[in-house]
């Protein structure tokens, strides 16, 4: 039969044209009665295939929150540093608001004649009085954005330090803030790894167990934005607080390397030499009974280093595979 296959694929390469080659460049023609000479061969086995991959990831903080200044402005202060441990109400950088002061003094003095004029005048009065107030409420809490504060207990983990007298826009990034807590390895726009797999992270020198507890094709109720993209890695309870803490290095580097590994059990593979093109098909060279035929064959998952066949030959049989090491016995006379 598998004669009668190799048969076939010749005569479908004769039909294509002689002119089609595969990827070395040779021109593919059945091999029939061939003169004995030194080839590499392989046999065709079940076996388990396994290869290892590593990916460089993030470590860090995912989640901060990005405080921005709220108008063009000198800096007074500047006391975001990265790295630093905050407490919420501490105050991180004073932008110069003798602007908007000298406009809150004006404007107070307003409400205070508006307050006066209330108090003996009728319903008119009185809501100028409020419109005026409710003016110099807002106006006081733009001062109060002019002093920008920890949003709550965390730590620094981005800032770009401007000295006094220096001006920023706004909108422009003051610092980031994170919670400790929420300290993650994580990878951006990644879709090559499913929630629940299993792998291994590497900080520093010190190897963790890791699963994918986040991930495109199971995108949690609170993602948004880029986040929906987001793989996340879960080191295990408490195991990240301790990294944090003893690794703070490593932390700040904000790089951890994944260690992904991809299984099969039990499949038929030949080594990766052994699978040649044609177009679209791939084929080996079978060597039976002192012959060599080409024979199409249905290739399935590399890893590596062997391709596992998911269907044209069987357990046993013999293929042309450089690099093995291995020699037909007619060539060995």
């Not at 507890?213 to 080191?235: K, Q």
Request: proline share 2%.
């Amino acid at each position: 039969m598998k004669k009668i296959a190799a048969a076939l694929t010749s005569l479908a390469l004769l039909l294509t044209g002689c002119s089609h080659k595969s990827t070395s460049g040779e021109i593919q023609l059945p091999i029939y009665g061939a003169e004995e000479v030194r080839y590499e061969v392989a046999t065709a086995q079940y076996m388990d295939l396994s290869q290892t991959e590593s990916i460089g990831v993030s470590i860090g903080y995912p989640y901060a929150v990005y405080l921005t200044y709220p108008a063009d402005a000198l800096v007074v202060s500047y006391d975001a540093l990265k790295g630093r441990m905050v407490t919420q109400g501490e105050v991180l950088a004073v932008l110069d608001s003798s602007g908007l002061d000298y406009d809150i003094s004006n404007q107070q003095t307003i409400v205070n004649a508006a307050y006066e004029s209330s108090l003996s005048g009728g319903r008119a009065e009185q809501l100028q009085y409020q419109i005026e107030q409710k003016k110099l409420d807002m106006m006081l809490a733009e001062k109060d954005k002019y002093t920008i504060t920890a949003p709550f207990d965390g730590i620094i983990c981005q800032a770009y330090a401007v000295g006094a007298g220096s001006e920023v826009g706004g909108g422009q990034v003051c610092c980031a803030v994170s919670e400790v807590s929420k300290t993650e390895v994580y990878l951006d726009k990644s879709s090559n790894f499913r929630f629940g797999q299993k792998l291994q992270i590497r900080v520093d020198s010190t190897m963790y167990d890791a699963t994918v507890v986040e991930a495109p094709d199971v995108a949690p109720a609170t993602a948004y934005g880029e986040s929906a993209n987001r793989v996340v890695f879960d080191l295990g309870d408490d195991v990240m607080a301790k990294i944090v803490e003893e690794q703070e290095m490593a932390v700040a580097s904000g790089w951890a390397t994944a260690f992904v590994t991809t299984q099969r059990k039990n499949v038929l593979a030949v080594p990766d030499s052994a699978i040649k093109a044609s177009g679209s098909d791939s084929y080996v060279t079978l060597v039976e009974n002192g012959e060599r035929y080409k024979l199409k064959v249905t290739p399935g998952v590399s890893l590596g280093g062997y391709t596992e066949i998911l269907n044209g030959i069987s357990e046993g049989d013999v293929v042309l595979a450089t690099g093995t090491g291995i020699y037909t016995e007619a060539s060995a006379v």
